[in-house]
């Protein structure tokens, strides 16, 4: 592989109705806080595997993308690797300490379909 070759690719989750809930959630954002968020996947996209600070593993093959945003808020990703592709499962705003139990949920059930093959990339 050449040097600035991507090692995975960005994917976003689609839902059963044609949805792609995380393309739907950057766009709420202003553009430097979505420069950050993609400056991040984009660390991940060409340097994979990544650790911290930028980069965490949840277990089960899931991982979160961790982004500082303006005003010090702090953004989420969450993502699992399917041949060679980083899916991006469900993204927001951290707003506590520990990440909420919802939203762990709605990125391990969208990482669920996507094994069933009700989920599409």
């Known amino acids: ?3 600035g070759d991507k090692v995975l690719v960005v994917v976003f989750f689609r839902t059963e109705n044609g949805r792609e809930p995380v ?3 950057l766009v709420g954002f202003g553009r430097d806080d979505m420069r ?3 400056t991040d996947l984009k660390t991940v996209e060409f340097g994979w595997p990544v650790g911290m600070p930028t980069c965490r593993a949840l277990g089960d093959g899931l991982w979160e993308t961790r982004t500082n945003l303006s005003d010090k808020r702090i953004a989420r990703v969450f993502f699992c690797i399917r ?3 980083m899916v991006l499962l ?3 705003v951290k707003k506590t300490q520990k990440t ?3 939203d762990l949920e709605m990125a391990r059930k969208r990482m669920r379909q996507l094994e069933g093959g009700n989920g599409r990339k």
């Open 83 to 85: 041949d060679g592709e």
């Open 1 to 3: 592989m050449a040097d």
């Open 90 to 92: 469900h993204g927001f």
């Open 100 to 102: 909420p139990a919802a």
């Open 23 to 25: 393309r739907e959630w």
């Open 36 to 38: 950050a968020i993609g």
